[in-house]
């Protein structure tokens, strides 16, 4: 099943359930991809673009949920919150960090870096395999320390 398609299933039982939140949130996604589908191209969407979408919503609501919080706006951080949860239901499980570092291990003894200077070659690598598995950010720390 595709993801617009696990999406129109979700919104109906969100209806049912009256459960607007996730009603919210769905049809939020629902938009972001027909946006996608419209944005020029008659080619069908990747399982990678919608991924990156996804993480791209996902990351956009953790922003404003940080500036929320900071700006003790518990009243605005709240959905906020709920909406990312919503939208991580739809991304594949996360690596965990030791997963991480042991398949980066293997990445950097498999193109033979050494020193920060190939930090390029294995973020290159790691950021193909990886996408949408392990944010990037926790990628870039875990090589910066292992070849450090």
Request: no cysteine.
């Amino acid at each position: 099943m595709s993801l617009t398609d696990l999406i129109n299933v979700g919104i109906k039982d969100a209806m049912k359930e009256k459960n607007e939140a996730r009603k919210r949130t769905l049809r939020a996604i629902k938009a972001q991809l027909l946006l996608l589908k419209t944005s020029g191209n008659d080619v069908e969407i990747t399982e990678t673009q919608e991924i990156k979408l996804l993480q791209k919503m996902v990351k956009e609501r953790q922003d404003s949920y940080s500036i929320y919080i900071q700006q003790k706006r518990d009243d605005l951080a709240k959905p906020e919150k709920e909406e990312m949860d919503i939208i991580k239901e739809f991304l594949p499980q996360q690596m965990s960090e030791g997963e991480l570092t042991a398949a980066l291990k293997g990445i950097i003894a498999q193109t033979g870096a050494s020193s920060m200077k190939d930090m390029g070659k294995v973020m290159g690598m790691a950021s193909k395999e990886f996408a949408g598995k392990a944010d990037g950010k926790m990628i870039s720390s875990i090589v910066k320390s292992l070849l450090a």
